[in-house]
T-cell receptor
Framework: GAVVSQHPSRVICKSGTSVKIECRSLDFQATTMFWYRQFPKQSLMLMATSNEGSKATYEQGVEKDKFLINHASLTLSTLTVTSAHPEDSSFYIC???????????????FGPGTRLTVL | GENVEQHPSTLSVQEGDSAVIKCTYSDSASNYFPWYKQELGKRPQLIIDIRSNVGEKKDQRIAVTLNKTAKHFSLHITETQPEDSAVYFCAASPNTDKLIFGTGTRLQVFP
């Protein structure tokens, strides 16, 4: 139980385009989803927290107009990187916590990540 | 806000030896402390967690200890195996809405 999928696994795009990443909880209801960014050989940096049906809460320094987050249902959250630039290239990972077989509601289960490369 | 420090950044051990990774946190309100293992290019996997109402938890070769007074917690891996080689992250949860991660420890287990 507590499986989180993420799509796509890899994406290469041109500078100036937008990229959407999907995060799904497959066997539980994700009341909260989190988006992280991870640079090579570094830790996970929390970008934002989203609760189903409400606006995301962004961490300090994260541009909400650049990283659009939508959590429209209890099983799906999306992150859209708008007008991507080479410095946005990174490994983006989502996680989800919730109920319905996912253990404690604060336990986070991670997706496999999306490697974004902006040319 | 919460700040989590993790040591060492790299750790090399011989197969069969024990490995210990230590973390300290700053927010006394934190009450949940998970440990994740991340292999290269893959997702972090939860390996063990502890809550503030207990001092120690064990799962086969892995154990975690928590000292709330000193605000530190540790991961202990016994009888290490090459497949334990990975990056390990500790985290602390100041509330149910987020985890703050440590900087990670790269563990190498040599056969």
């Amino acid at each position: 139980g507590a499986v989180v999928s993420q799509h796509p696994s890899r994406v290469i795009c041109k500078s100036g385009t937008s990229v959407k990443i999907e995060c799904r909880s497959l066997d539980f209801q994700a009341t909260t989803m989190f988006w992280y960014r991870q640079f090579p050989k570094q830790s996970l940096m929390l970008m934002a927290t989203s609760n189903e049906g409400s606006k995301a809460t962004y961490e300090q320094g994260v541009e909400k107009d650049k990283f659009l987050i939508n959590h429209a249902s209890l099983t799906l959250s999306t992150l859209t990187v708008t007008s991507a630039h080479p410095e946005d290239s990174s490994f983006y990972i989502c996680s989800a916590s919730g109920s319905g077989g996912a253990g404690w509601t604060d336990t986070q289960y991670f997706g496999p990540g999306t490697r974004l490369t902006v040319l | 806000g919460e700040n989590v420090e993790q040591h060492p950044s790299t750790l090399s051990v011989q197969e069969g030896d024990s490995a210990v990774i230590k973390c300290t946190y700053s927010d006394s309100a934190s009450n949940y402390f998970p440990w994740y293992k991340q292999e290269l290019g893959k997702r972090p996997q939860l390996i063990i967690d502890i809550r503030s109402n207990v001092g120690e938890k064990k799962d086969q070769r892995i154990a975690v200890t928590l000292n709330k007074t000193a605000k530190h917690f540790s991961l202990h891996i016994t009888e290490t195996q090459p497949e334990d080689s990975a990056v390990y992250f500790c985290a602390a949860s100041p509330n149910t809405d987020k985890l703050i991660f440590g900087t990670g420890t790269r563990l190498q287990v040599f056969p």
